[in-house]
């Protein structure tokens, strides 16, 4: 018995816990196929829980685009006294589009939140509400500085294309805990998919039903999951009928085959896919002071509020793990969190999208008491450079790209919030003490979820594959 | 010798270890080894070892040496004086490699201690020497090993134990020998003796089945008789029709009403014969190959520009197969097809392989050289590590950063590769084929001989003509020419109109009129005219001008503007040669100084002035002031104005609108003749002759010759309006540049560079020439030519291995090597080792013909036996391994598609040319891609067809296991999931082919339900319903629709998969 067919048994049985799944039918669906790729010895990758999970879910909110650490969450009061002087230093740092400025100070001021006195800028007032259930990592660095390969390592850990992202190990990993959706969710910014579309959420080279799927907060959620209009409701049910019906007479003769009846099972579990979708995409269920906590009543805050209603709503049905995009593509006007031109004016406006619905996210998760086994993850692809792309004598208006040194935050999962993990220097240019790679803080998710990065691996093209490929540790004073 | 070598051989293999560990301890060692970034750093560094290509060079000496040295100890009988010291050291040698070498050897070993030659030994270590006297009395070695302190992780067995004990005692005597990490496999990772690296073995068919008439037969059955088990009988005729049809087709057979089904099996092997003659062969394998090629028609990443000419590389694969290129060609194209003699553009457009991955176009325009530098070698790693799993099946790129850990792959020969290909870089090149080039020119040659040949008819006729009407109007008077009518004619009098038709101009910049006259100012004013109605080539432009300054330096008083091409003519004044007319033209090109006397207040210039130039067809120019020849004629190509493209401009040189380019002066009045007026003419003009108008002109000859008049000159705006261009080919592929020196990188940081590396390939794969004898500043021709020969080599034992497997894996579902692009240490071993030799030899005596093997393949009882089921097989075989029976098949993506188009009649089977897009796409910033079902019969074309955008996947393919097109993928995952029901059930795909699907049913089995049941399930499932399906279906039409039993067939596991 290969690898996969070891996990996709668990995954499966997960998968259909409750209803179909019966332990027949999990093993029936369980084979990928009978020649599966792999000839691996089943101790190739051990199942987890590896220990006592922290957490068994994951939100992951993706700033697409670079949210400036320097005005967030890494307080810098050196910077506001260096205002307008040149950055002393002996080489001029290479970033992104090569014009390095004049050091500016932030434009929000930052105030010391919650019992344990956090510094959160004024950019967010909501989350400053919550910034006791914060952990802020203000160490994290990144390999690259360009959008695209540094968003393809924060959500797989690799610069390339072609590798499976976090949702997609999680869900090989541990499988769904329901049987009605499938185990990764994407919601997309209203406003537009990210730079390279789907590749951001790509299986890589796990099986395919590892790959995330996109549930849209607006217009239709799900594709294909009904038939057309002009199939009516009965004849669809009755030719499902009818092809169960054929596939079971042709199974019979071929009983050996789990394969042909797994197939017959995934007609069943689409069904109640049928069911689930509509049924959680109805945010009218929600009460109106739910709706006023996630925002669902200001015109600026309507479009991210009800992905984050969704999303806790997917979260409550057992999905795994739910992606939710704060930002659309790059391009003019911009629709992400890219401000190279003006911060004021870009920061300032994603931020009013983005914040009262995100506070309102972990609020919500607290009080239904889903925070503490819920990992809440906010982050960017890297950070923003504390000296203006301008001119070396001008003080500009926008923050370049900085993969040297920015911040990232989680909630729940019984972290110790209201603390900061690791520091930059002392006007946020690069991490300096207990920095952290993407492959570090995977480890320390994927340890959250009871996890070894070490140990959830998958044979591709010659190696044992890991999420974290030879790197990662798990830093237990970041994780508590 | 030859039996030496052989014997030799032989005794390598029986030395091999055998692995018994379990990977999960290789994991365990892997994991250990990495679990902290320092001490994986730290043991990177001690994997540096034998780095420079000269240490290559002594290593692969030295493999022949220990492979030399084995092969005495074992067939010779050593003499005694050496016996005793060789063999205890001979039992101690390979203690070392599997236990301790990992960390001790290399610049910085573990502790100091560096335990690959006796010198290195006997010096010790940070904790003193091993041999050194010790609480144990027998050394310091011992207490570490024997306490099992040492090795850390893996234990000593009593003999090795004893063994070492010996050795120590025996005085640890080392002869001289250097031991290496890879002298040998071991539990950790493969030596240089791993079974694939070794060269093919001759092996014969099985003797006890010599009788078989299909090699294949005997050794599977060899191989199954040691268990007990045996093959199964043969499939059914209909489904060794449909089997054939999607394994060499990849798709439900087509004709399957002209196939008898009964006498199918009696013709079997001219029935595979046409399959492989047919294009869908070509065009099913090529599917396979561009998954290994990771092929994709966009960059990917960020922007995921589109490559609208891939395709041309996709379109030579499928032409490849069917052509049943040569295996080893269609490698070497596809590695330097640019750069070998003969191979032409087809040989550019194989390269296309090289560069079919992502493209980090952003990330190579970045501002940081340090950032470029990083992304460079990410491409080369791409490159590297693509070439050598699909041709090698080995996984060379996990040697980036440190030696393999688990393949003998030294990390400096990662590099050595890099090397070789560092001069790829992808691009757009011109593949214009020599004939559509020779084609064109032949074209352009007739058309200008015709132009000419017109020209010259329509001249004559218009001077008889001129002679004729001048005859009737002038009588003998010879002293005044007849003018014929111009094109366009401006008087100034009224306005800026055309008085004959219709390039009316518009005033400019203060242009204006004045007593009959156009006055021109020489900063801003100027007239410009509608575009021309006609083209023109030969032509005579023609002013009167008053100038106001005699000293103005460049203005024009007529120019002929064309904007595209950018050209222009005109009679210009006082550009080069102050004072003097030119005609003017861009960058002079059409323009000579003339030998003439500058204007002056001496001469007549204070008046008006009659200026006229001529262009024949032929280049030739002539000028003339007052009717008289101003300097001489001379020649110079003559350009093609363009009707739309062009204007007439007054005042003006050429735009933009300014400077010297602007006349001060008058203009009385203009014209525009499309032929060259002969000097009477124009003298005639130029004494206030006016032109004879064509009306008038109609009304004096014979009505013959004004309809001949009438169809030369529109005979001639037709030749001259043909615009033939070459119709310029191109495709994405390699363009390549000059390589750079190549060093290896510490730890792959391109910031830390060390040694310069050589092109060169790997040393541990025997039989081929690794070294390619290239300096630093080789040729990248040479470098890829180089490596190309040495991957292609048939003493590659790998090149020949991996495709022979690659086909197998088709045809089973699975290789005999489950691990078709790893065939290193973590990859697996093949089940039918044997089997995989004779069919690699036998692709290499055939001439690499990849159809033979198809042939033999499927010929083979083993490959048509039928998907049995039996208690004992799945006991003693679950897995199928050894092929006691046939093992079924989900149709792939690809396939699911095609025959569903197949079935519903809907197949477009036209093949080639540019991919069909099934999507919509807008660009902000950058390229968006959404995906969309399109109707009409160029989407219909089998999927190999469909544009492979990275970011523009399509759901249903998806759903299907159709892999991300970013990494290569030499099998595809097969899975089972609901998505996939639901798009298989719901995609507007689906129901559009359920409906289609019912109409070709209704037209081929009429209107009875009973019928259509019989015919769709014939179309579906390749047989007749049962009476009880007859039934139950013709019921469900009566009760709901044919589009609903299609439905439902479409997604019936009897089309999706076949036994």
Redesign the interface.
């Known amino acids: 018995m290969s690898t996969e067919t070891k996990l996709d048994r668990r995954s499966w049985l997960s998968f259909a816990s409750s209803g179909v799944g019966s332990i027949a039918l999990a093993n029936l669906l369980s084979k990928d196929s009978p020649l599966n790729a792999g000839s691996i010895s089943p101790e190739a990758s051990d199942p987890a829980p590896h220990h006592l999970p922290r957490a068994k879910r994951v939100i992951h909110i993706c700033m697409f685009g670079g949210l400036s650490q320097v005005d967030s969450f890494d307080y810098k009061p050196e910077l506001t006294k260096l205002h307008g002087k040149s950055l002393s230093s002996e080489e001029k740092p290479d970033v992104f589009f090569g014009k390095v400025g004049l050091l500016r100070k932030s434009d929000w001021k930052f105030q010391q939140r919650g019992e344990n006195g956090l510094w959160v800028s004024d950019l967010f007032p909501h989350l400053g509400q919550v910034a006791d259930e914060l952990t802020v990592v203000n160490s994290m660095f990144a390999e690259t500085s360009n959008h695209t390969p540094a968003t393809f390592q924060e959500n797989t850990g690799f610069r390339l294309n072609g590798f499976p992202t976090f949702g997609a190990w999680m869900s090989y990993g541990m499988g769904s805990e329901t049987d009605e959706l499938p185990s990764y969710l994407v919601i997309p910014d209203t406003r537009g998919l990210p730079a390279g579309g789907s590749i951001n959420w790509s299986n890589g080279f796990l099986p395919a039903r590892h790959q995330g799927v996109i549930m849209r907060s607006k217009g239709q959620p799900v594709d294909d999951l009904f038939p057309p209009k002009n199939i009516s409701a009965i004849r669809d049910l009755e030719s499902r009928r009818l092809l169960n019906e054929i596939n079971r007479k042709h199974y019979s003769k071929r009983a050996a085959d789990d394969e042909l009846s797994a197939r017959i099972a995934s007609y069943g579990l689409a069904a109640k896919m049928q069911m689930a979708v509509p049924e959680v995409t109805d945010l009218t269920k929600e009460s109106e002071s739910t709706h006023q906590l996630y925002g669902l009543d200001k015109p600026e805050t309507v479009d991210f509020g009800r992905s984050c209603l969704l999303a806790r709503r997917l979260l409550e049905k057992g999905v795994r793990f739910v992606q939710l995009y704060s930002g659309g593509a790059f391009g003019s006007p911009r629709i992400n969190w890219d401000g190279h031109e003006n911060m004021k004016q870009n920061h300032g406006r994603e931020a009013g999208r983005a914040d009262k619905p995100l506070a309102g996210l972990i609020q919500d998760l607290r009080q239904r008491g889903m925070l503490d086994d819920t990992i809440v993850i906010c982050t960017s692809e890297f950070g923003r450079t504390p000296f203006t792309q301008s001119a070396s004598d001008k003080l500009g208006t926008g923050r370049d790209h900085n993969q040297n040194g920015f911040s990232i935050w989680m909630a729940g999962a019984k972290m110790p919030g209201g603390r900061t993990y690791g520091s930059t220097d002392e006007i946020g240019w690069q991490a300096t003490e207990e920095r952290t790679s993407w492959p570090d803080l995977h480890a320390n998710l994927l340890h959250l979820l009871g996890i070894d990065h070490e140990r959830l691996t998958y044979y591709h093209n010659g190696i044992q594959r890991r999420l974290t490929n030879v790197h990662g540790s798990v830093l237990p004073e970041l994780v508590g | 010798m030859i039996c030496v070598a052989q014997r030799n051989h032989r005794e390598i293999i029986s030395f091999r270890l055998v692995i018994t560990h ?3 301890q290789r ?1 365990k060692r ?2 250990t080894i ?4 320092v001490q ?1 750093s730290m043991q990177c560094r001690s994997y540096e070892t034998l780095s420079t290509r000269q240490t290559m060079q002594q290593f692969q000496t030295k493999v022949t040496r220990i492979t030399l040295m084995l092969c005495m100890s074992s067939i010779f009988v050593t003499p005694n004086v050496y016996a005793e010291n060789k063999s205890t050291f001979d039992a101690v040698a390979p203690i070392f490699i599997r236990h301790c070498l990992q960390c001790h050897q290399g610049n910085e070993p573990s502790g100091g201690l560096n335990l690959t030659t006796s010198v290195t030994f006997t010096s010790g270590g940070d904790n003193g020497k091993p041999t050194e006297n010790s609480d144990s009395g027998i050394s310091l070695l011992w207490d570490r090993i024997s306490s099992g302190e040492m090795p850390p992780d893996s234990k000593l067995t009593n003999t090795e134990l004893a063994n070492v004990k010996d050795w120590i005692r025996a005085g640890s005597p080392w002869p001289e020998r250097k031991l290496h990490l890879f002298d040998m496999t071991t539990e950790q990772r493969a030596g240089i003796d791993w079974w694939s690296l070794q060269p093919l073995n001759q092996t014969v068919i099985p003797p006890e089945f010599r009788d078989e008439p299909n090699p294949i037969d005997a050794f599977v059955k060899a191989k199954l008789k040691d268990t007990g088990l045996a093959i199964s009988p043969a499939v059914g005729s209909a489904t060794l029709f449909r089997r054939l049809s999607l394994h060499l087709h990849g798709m439900n057979p087509s004709q399957q009403n002209n196939i008898d089904l009964f006498d199918f099996k009696n013709r079997y092997n001219e029935h595979v014969s046409d399959f492989l003659d047919s294009p869908r062969y070509g065009e099913r394998w090529a599917r396979h190959w561009l998954d290994i090629a ?1 092929f994709g028609e966009s960059n ?5 520009k589109s490559r609208p000419d891939a395709w041309r590389y996709r379109d030579w694969v499928i032409k490849a197969f069917n052509k049943n290129m040569p295996y080893d060609q269609f490698c070497r194209m596809q590695i330097a097809g640019d750069c070998l003699p003969r191979m032409g553009n087809e040989g550019t457009i194989a390269t296309g392989f090289l560069v079919a991955g ?1 493209y ?1 176009d ?2 190579q325009s ?3 050289a ?2 470029r530098a ?2 460079r070698q ?1 491409e080369l790693e ?1 490159y590297v590590g693509t070439v050598s ?1 699909a041709f090698l099946g ?2 060379t790129n ?1 040697a980036r950063c440190h030696d393999h850990k ?2 003998p792959i030294l990390q400096s020969e990662y590099y050595a590769l890099c090397a070789a290909l560092d001069g790829v870089k992808p691009g757009r090149r011109e593949v214009t084929p020599a004939a559509v080039l020779a084609e064109t020119k032949k074209q352009v040659d007739d058309l200008k001989l015709k132009i000419k040949k017109t020209t010259s008819q329509l001249l004559d006729l218009e001077n008889t003509i001129r002679r004729e009407a001048s005859n009737q109007i002038l009588g003998n008077d010879k002293s005044q020419s007849l003018i014929l009518q111009p094109i366009a004619h401006w008087d100034f009098e009224q306005d800026f109109n055309d008085k004959l038709g219709n390039l009316h101009g518009k005033a400019k910049g203060g242009a204006h009129l004045e007593n009959g006259k156009l006055v021109l100012n020489g900063k801003q004013a100027h007239v410009l005219t509608e575009p021309l109605e006609q083209p023109l080539h030969a032509k005579t432009l023609v002013a009167t001008v008053h100038l106001q300054n005699l000293e103005q330096q460049g203005g024009a008083a007529i120019s002929l503007l064309s904007n595209s091409p950018n050209h222009f003519d005109a009679i210009v004044y006082g550009e080069r040669q102050r004072g003097k007319w030119i005609a003017g033209s861009e960058n002079f090109i059409r323009t000579k100084d003339v030998s003439a006397l500058p204007e002056s207040l001496d001469n007549d210039s204070a008046q008006p002035i009659h200026m006229a130039i001529t262009y024949a067809t032929d280049g030739t120019i002539s000028i003339y002031r007052n009717g008289e020849a101003y300097g001489t004629s001379y020649e110079r190509p003559n350009p093609i104005y363009y009707p739309g493209k062009t204007r007439i401009g007054f005042g003006i040189r050429l735009l933009p609108v300014g400077g010297n380019r602007m006349l001060t002066g008058h203009i009385h009045e203009a014209s525009l003749y499309d032929r060259v007026l002969s000097k009477d003419e124009i003298r005639s003009l130029s004494n206030g002759d006016k032109f004879l108008s064509n009306q008038k002109l109609a009304g004096l000859i014979p009505d013959e010759q004004n309809r001949s008049r009438t169809r030369l000159r529109s005979e001639l705006h037709r030749l001259l309006n043909k615009n033939i261009q070459v119709q310029k080919q191109f495709t994405y592929a390699v363009q390549p540049k000059q390589p750079q020196p190549t060093h290896r990188l510490i730890r792959g940081n391109t910031a830390t560079p060390a040694e310069l590396v050589m092109p060169a390939g790997i040393a541990s794969i025997q039989g081929g020439d690794p070294m390619f004898e290239l300096s630093a500043d080789s040729t990248d021709r040479d470098r890829r030519i180089k490596l190309a020969e040495w991957i292609t080599s048939a003493k590659n034992p790998l090149f020949s291995r991996v495709i022979v497997n690659r086909v197998w894996q088709h045809h ?3 290789g005999i090597v ?2 078709s ?2 065939f ?1 240490f ?3 071993k093949p089940s039918h080792p044997e089997l995989l030799d004779f069919l690699a030899n036998h692709l290499i005596k055939s001439g690499w013909d990849l159809k033979e093997l198809h042939r033999l393949i499927v010929t083979s009882k083993t490959w048509q036996q039928a ?1 049995t ?1 039996d208690p004992r097989g ?1 006991r003693i075989d ?3 391994r050894l092929l006691w029976r046939g ?2 098949s ?1 149709l792939d993506a690809e396939s699911i598609r095609d025959s569903i188009l197949q079935m519903a009649g809907q197949l477009n089977e036209s093949g080639g040319g540019p991919s069909y897009q099934d999507f919509r796409t807008f660009n ?3 390229q ?2 959404e995906v969309l079902d399109r109707e009409g019969e160029q989407y219909n074309r089998r999927t190999i067809y469909r544009m492979i955008i ?4 399509h ?2 393919l ?4 159709c892999p ?1 097109p ?6 595809r ?11 298989l ?4 795909f689906t ?1 559009r082919m359920s409906s289609h699907f019912s109409n070709r049913v209704r037209s081929e089995a009429g209107q009875r339900p009973a019928e259509q049941v019989k015919r769709a399930i014939q179309l579906a499932w390749f047989r007749l319903p049962t009476s009880e399906e007859q039934k ?2 013709t019921d ?1 039409v009566h ?3 044919l589009e ?2 299609c ?2 067939l479409i ?4 089309f ?2 076949v ?1």
């Not at chain 2, 990495?34 to 970034?37: A, D, K, L, P, Y």
């Not at chain 2, 970013?966 to 099998?971: E, L, R």
């Not at chain 2, 995952?973 to 798009?983: E, G, I, M, V």
């Open positions: 379990k990977i999960r994991q892997y994991h990495s679990r902290n970034h994986h990771r990917g990443f960020e922007r995921d992502a980090d952003v990330g970045q501002q940081s340090a950032m990083v992304v990410d791409d799993q080995l996984t996990c688990f393949d089973f579902g699975a489950r691990t692009s790893d290193g973590t990859g697996g998907v089921e799945d679950v897995d199928n093992n079924r989900r902000f910033n950058s968006f891609y990275r970011s523009g996947r759901r249903l998806d759903a299907f296991d991300d970013s990494a290569t993928a030499p099998k995952s097969r899975t089972t999931t609901p998505l996939q029901s639901l798009s059930m719901n995609h507007p129901i139950k279906f469900f009760e709901h629709d609903s039993l439905r439902v997604n019936s596991n009897e999706l998969y036994d």
